[in-house]
């Protein structure tokens, strides 16, 4: 008979609880008294399906497991929502649909990070010592505010520092360091502002023609497609910006701010020329957004890539483009 762990029975205990409270709080809402009074009522099995679930999930599963806080947030932010979708319309005091759930979500998380900006600080101080800025400051981050937290905040700040602030401040090489770009011969810039301008005309013609049918829903739209011309632009300027580097030892790849891998040469057992993208596989990385990668580097083993929102892959192959072909193995004596 399978056993199961006290964190296990507790989340079971958790579940079944919380779906008798939801039968019952939906049985309601079909009574004739809810009907006499919707609001009265609604306003109640709103607070019964907040209240008593994050009390419960606090109590059997957060506290147990040590959760961080911002989980506990997220939950409530989840019975929330649950609770809304149950009532009638007419019975709903507020609404929370997923763009501002996910806004709230991430209100709560810098606000909680803003709390804590005094451990942050001086974990970054004692990181900063012996490690370059960006990873001081993700490590500070993950120490104090855990991986998942750490890795939305990261993401964030990287797409406001690099697409609002970016052009204003270059990363120089540190003795010993490489530079190795990949936007002056790739036409990555060129495309990229292209794309952006064409994105900037047909977000505003989207938003117009949204507007008549639902002003709300163009609104949205609008704000997402700001979003995703922010993240381009945020991405080629890093590239521009903070370009990857190699020492004696390491390749540090920074492909704008959607990867960066750190591969140790001894690891790199070839670098081919290509002219194409190579097909999709798992052990791929494409480092390339907008243009044809030049480069493919083949690894002896899976090394750790680092992505947006903290996405982790472990790849075998990169390909990417690099100016000026790849003198990255020109010390290394297993070059090919």
């Not at 507020?94 to 979500?105: D, G, H, R, T, W």
């Not at 990181?127 to 001081?136: E, F, G, I, K, S």
């Not at 990385?285 to 090394?303: C, F, M, W, Y």
Request: proline share 7%.
């Amino acid at each position: 008979m399978l056993q199961l762990s006290p964190l296990n029975r507790r989340s079971t205990a958790f579940v079944e609880v919380y779906l008798l409270l939801l039968i019952g709080m939906i049985a309601v809402t079909r009574s004739p008294a809810f009907s006499v009074r919707p609001v009265l009522l609604g306003g109640a099995i709103l607070f019964d399906l907040i209240t008593w679930p994050t009390l419960l999930f606090y109590g059997l599963i957060a506290r147990s497991a040590k959760l961080p806080i911002i989980r506990l947030a997220v939950a409530v932010l989840v019975f929330a929502r649950i609770a809304l979708f149950i009532l009638p319309p007419t019975a709903r005091p507020f609404s929370i649909n997923l763009p501002v759930l996910l806004a709230v979500l991430e209100g709560v998380t810098i606000t909680f990070a803003i709390l804590r900006v005094r451990a942050i600080q001086l974990k970054y101080r004692e990181l900063r010592r012996v490690h370059d800025a960006t990873t001081a400051l993700t490590g500070s981050l993950e120490a104090v505010l855990g991986s998942s937290v750490s890795a939305l905040i990261l993401s964030e700040w990287q797409t406001f520092r690099w697409g609002l602030l970016g052009w204003w401040r270059v990363e120089p090489a540190a003795p010993g360091q490489q530079i190795l770009t990949t936007h002056r011969q790739s036409g990555e810039v060129a495309m990229g502002v292209a794309l952006l301008v064409v994105g900037l005309i047909e977000g505003v013609a989207v938003h117009l023609l949204l507007a008549r049918w639902s002003p709300s829903a163009a609104v949205w739209v609008s704000v997402f497609s700001a979003y995703g011309m922010l993240f381009l632009l945020a991405d080629l300027v890093a590239s521009c910006q903070r370009p990857s580097y190699a020492t004696d030892h390491t390749v540090h790849l920074r492909l704008g701010i959607r990867w960066q891998v750190v591969i140790p040469k001894t690891l790199i057992l070839r670098v081919l020329p290509i002219q194409e993208k190579p097909a999709k596989a798992p052990d791929l990385l494409r480092g390339t957004l907008l243009v044809t990668p030049n480069t493919l580097l083949i690894l002896q083993e899976p090394v750790a890539a680092s992505g947006p929102y903290g996405i982790r892959r472990n790849v075998s192959r990169i390909a990417l483009f690099l100016d000026d072909g790849a003198p990255i193995l020109e010390r290394h004596p297993g070059q090919i």
